[in-house]
């Protein structure tokens, strides 16, 4: 069987027409930053600015994204405590949102230390910083791989050395 | 864990609000709120003030740390890659058939 399909370019074109306020994190977010990692979707903290939300949920309706669990997406009664994540299939693959990714205070904790990376095909996301991404993983129920950790972390310290050099 | 997680965790362990904790040491609460998000991180002589003024303290032990080399070229390698070159090696990693 093939493995389903999974294009992050689409998910973020959609995501960005709308210009919904959302920060990726996760597999996709540690290999922009230099994880040399393999994932088949797309994790995102969103804003849970009503009109953010309800641009969310138009982005996700042309993805024709829908629940794993079969349950009705309804994006105007998120509650992180209830449901930390949201699992979703999209025609572009894999989606997660995200409310309160471990170890932080979700959305506007993270956006502070963000940066926009260009990706080309004109998608410009936000992308969580090295430092919240090992918070994260750092903080997980489940142990994280050994190995990409040690290499965010190891991300995180070049990151800081030029910063210092800078 | 990171140095903010560790402030945050001595902190909270200790009862204390960043304000308490930043009137303990005579600094501006900003600065406490600053380490804990690892925005800026303190020297090391000024995070062990911050952790015995919770209580604590980080003892002096050196323990051997061993490089690996293979994992360093590799994130070199990744490194020198632009965001957008990243995406399109995983991408082109992901078409390529499991071996």
Request: charged fraction near 30%.
């Amino acid at each position: 069987m093939s493995d389903p399909r999974f294009d992050p370019y689409e998910i973020l074109q959609e995501l960005g027409a709308v210009k919904t306020g959302f920060v990726l994190v996760g597999g996709l977010a540690r290999v922009i930053h230099g994880s040399d990692e393999t994932t088949r979707g797309l994790d995102l903290a969103p804003s849970l600015n009503k009109e953010s939300l309800r641009r969310l949920g138009v982005a996700l309706d042309k993805l024709q994204a829908r629940r794993v669990d079969g349950q009705p997406l309804d994006l105007s009664d998120l509650d992180p405590q209830r449901e930390p994540v949201i699992e979703l299939q999209s025609d572009a693959g894999e989606i997660k949102i995200v409310l309160e990714p471990a170890g932080t205070r979700g959305y506007e904790d993270l956006r502070i230390r963000a940066n926009r990376e260009p990706l080309g095909q004109g998608v410009r996301p936000a992308v969580a910083s090295p430092g919240d991404l090992v918070r994260m993983m750092e903080a997980l129920d489940r142990q994280p791989d050994p190995l990409v950790l040690e290499t965010m972390r190891r991300v995180l310290e070049l990151d800081r050395r030029l910063t210092i050099e800078r | 864990m990171t140095t903010g997680e560790l402030i945050r965790s001595a902190r909270l362990r200790a009862g204390y609000s960043q304000k308490e904790l930043a009137q303990r040491l005579g600094m501006a609460s900003s600065s406490i709120a600053r380490w804990e998000t690892d925005t800026v991180e303190p020297g090391f002589s000024t995070l062990r003030r911050v952790l015995q003024a919770c209580g604590f303290d980080i003892p002096p032990v050196l323990v051997a740390y061993e490089r690996d080399p293979e994992r360093d070229a590799r994130i070199q390698e990744m490194r020198e890659l632009t965001p957008q070159e990243r995406m399109t090696r995983l991408l082109d990693r992901l078409d390529k058939p499991a071996r």
